[in-house]
């Protein structure tokens, strides 16, 4: 009985969670996601005979609704001016002299791991290392910044980033690569 209850708490949840990525990316002529509905499960509650039940409460018109549905970037990072320029099969051949310090995925090499680099969150750091969401100059995360980085170089937490210098190309398609990495 207990596992007929899991199976239901799991895809209810693959349901929720589904619903919530499908409201994630709304057009301006699309629902007000703040009027969307959003179920949030608990924790099984059980009973004197032990029968295993889920509660879902919905939540509508709420803070908690309007945030789950609002995960739009902020301008600096939605900002492609470069990488739209860009053609990410070359960025990829370009990111080969990258490689030997910076990996694709979220493992810290020399460098950061870059994986998530334009997400909301930023790349994943490692312990005791926190920019606050900013590169380690102080600058915000966007292309501009990023590409300034890459050509001037310059010293962090986790060491030291070597002057690149790469063509406008270059950069253009270097961004469009690292724009795929999540």
Request: glycine share 8%; with cysteine; net charge negative.
């Amino acid at each position: 009985m207990q596992k007929v209850f899991y199976w239901m708490y799991v895809l209810t949840l693959s349901t929720i969670l589904a619903a919530c990525a499908s409201t994630t990316h709304t057009s301006s002529t699309g629902p007000d996601p703040s009027n969307q509905a959003v179920a949030v499960i608990s924790q099984p509650a059980t009973t004197d005979q032990g029968n295993a039940a889920h509660q879902v409460v919905a939540l509508s018109n709420s803070s908690a609704a309007a945030s789950v549905a609002n995960t739009e970037l902020p301008p600096a990072l939605a900002d492609t001016s470069l990488s739209a320029k860009g053609d990410p099969n070359r960025g990829k051949t370009v990111f080969a002299s990258c490689a030997g310090c910076h990996s694709t995925s979220t493992n810290t090499l020399l460098g950061p791991g870059l994986a998530g680099l334009f997400s909301i969150e930023g790349p994943k750091l490692p312990d005791g290392v926190d920019y606050q969401g900013l590169l380690p100059n102080g600058k915000e995360r966007s292309e501009a910044n990023i590409a300034e980085w890459i050509r001037t170089g310059g010293s962090g937490s986790i060491g030291y980033m070597p002057p690149t210098p790469l063509t406008n190309e270059q950069m253009a398609d270097l961004m469009a690569y690292l724009r795929t990495l999540e």
